[in-house]
Structures are given as structure tokens and as C-alpha cells.
């Protein structure tokens, strides 16, 4: 019994050091060949026999042989499951742990007993973030932080930056994408605006590439003016 358990873990270690080997291939091999894969991030097996994930810049997802001779950019699908497999894995990786936001960043619209919660980064020019404003008045029990994320240009700045130094960001924020008023044209002199750099650059660590983008509790994240029902759905999944 004894020898047998000490096979067992020769083969075990043997059988890690073939995989370290075969990651160190794969890394070199493409690292030498493909400029933009010099800094690969991970090298896994995929579900495909003789098939390696290669992953860089935290959510990029390649495809390679054992030796790395060969590279696949596209999705991998599950036929008898009629799942795509490259998407969920994206998915995966681009969760953003809900507790982690920085709500300080935000202001908050409390609709109802405010018990289900969102994030939204939504940019005050953005025409699919005001259908999708609009639409979300549908929503109720829920707790939205709302994060300015100005990346549309310099006047989105400057909007986002007098909803953010308003003393009522929430009234005025929906005033503005909701119901249609005038924009405020000044804001407070004293009022400091670094939030609103740091949701920037939060939103570019995550890429967040584009407004609306909706964050739920459960670390799903979903780009685009989705309808008040998809929220809907969203939250009751996310409990």
C-alpha cells in the first residue's frame, strides 16, 4: 500500500511538472512570435482536448496548440450544450466584485424599500443612457449608484461635473436625462470634482468601454439600454 501511494504521488508531481513545462512552451513560443502576447497573463487547458486557453490583458481569450504553433481568435462552442464557452468564461473574468465599488464616487437613487441594488455608469450626453433612464423609472425596491463616467468629450465633463457639485445630483441628474428640464449652467466653485477622474479610470481598469453599463450585486455586468423588464430579471437573478 505504501509503495503504491508513493507511485501515485511521483506520478501526481510528474504529471505537474509536464504541465509547468508545457505552459513555459506555450509562453515562450508565442511570446517570441506574436509581439502583443509577450505578456501572457495565463495559460490553461481548455475543454477541448489538446486545446490551451491563453489569456492576456485580464479578459482577452486565445486559442493554441500544445507548443503553441498554432493561434485561434474566435469563440469556442459547446454544440451538445449550445453554450458558448469563450462568452462565459469573459463573463467570468470581467465580474466586478459589487461590494468593492466605490460608492463614495456615486450618488445614490433610493426608489421604494431600496432593497435590491445596481450600479449604473452612464455618461450625461449619452442618448441610449436617456431611453435607458427613462425606462428604469419602472423599476421599484431598488438602490441605484449612479456613476458619472464622462467619456463622450470635454462638454460631458463639464455636465458631469455640475450634476456632481448640485446639491441634489439625483434630482438634477434626472431632471436632465428624464423629464427634459434645462441643464444647470454653473456649479459650486469649491467643489471637488476627483471623483469623477477616478470613476474614469475605475471604469477603464475594468473596460467599461461604453455607456450605459450596469453593474449587479451579484458581479454580473451588462453593457447597453437594456428594458426595465431585462433589469427586472437581472435583479431576481442577482438575489
Request: glycine share 8%.
Amino acid at each position: 500500500m505504501k509503495l503504491i501511494k508513493t507511485v501515485l504521488v511521483t506520478l501526481g508531481l510528474l504529471a505537474v511538472f509536464a504541465a509547468w513545462g508545457q505552459e513555459a512552451l506555450i509562453r515562450k513560443n508565442l511570446g517570441e512570435r506574436i509581439a502583443q502576447l509577450k505578456n501572457i497573463d495565463e495559460v490553461s487547458k481548455s475543454p477541448f482536448a489538446g486545446l490551451y486557453e491563453v489569456r492576456v490583458n485580464g479578459t482577452d481569450i486565445f486559442y493554441t496548440d500544445a507548443e503553441g504553433n498554432f493561434l485561434i481568435q474566435g469563440s469556442l462552442i459547446d454544440t451538445r450544450l449550445k453554450r458558448n464557452l469563450t462568452e462565459e468564461r469573459v463573463e467570468k473574468l470581467s465580474a466586478i466584485d459589487f461590494d468593492s465599488l466605490p460608492i463614495k464616487d456615486a450618488f445614490t437613487i433610493v426608489r421604494g424599500n431600496g432593497s435590491r441594488k445596481l450600479a449604473v455608469f452612464e455618461d450625461p450626453n449619452c442618448g441610449y443612457c436617456k431611453r435607458f433612464e427613462r425606462d428604469l423609472q419602472k423599476v421599484d425596491n431598488v438602490t441605484i449608484h449612479m456613476f458619472l463616467y464622462p467619456i463622450l468629450g470635454a462638454d460631458s465633463v463639464e455636465k458631469a461635473r455640475n450634476i456632481w457639485c448640485s446639491r441634489e445630483p439625483g434630482k438634477v441628474w434626472q431632471d436632465w436625462m428624464v423629464r427634459e428640464r434645462p441643464f444647470p449652467a454653473t456649479a459650486t466653485p469649491a467643489c471637488d470634482v476627483t471623483a469623477l477622474a477616478r470613476n474614469v479610470a475605475l471604469g477603464r481598469k475594468h473596460k467599461i468601454s461604453g455607456t450605459p453599463t450596469l453593474l449587479f450585486a451579484d458581479g454580473s455586468r451588462v453593457p447597453g439600454a437594456i428594458t426595465s423588464a431585462q433589469v427586472e430579471k437581472y435583479l431576481g437573478d442577482a438575489k
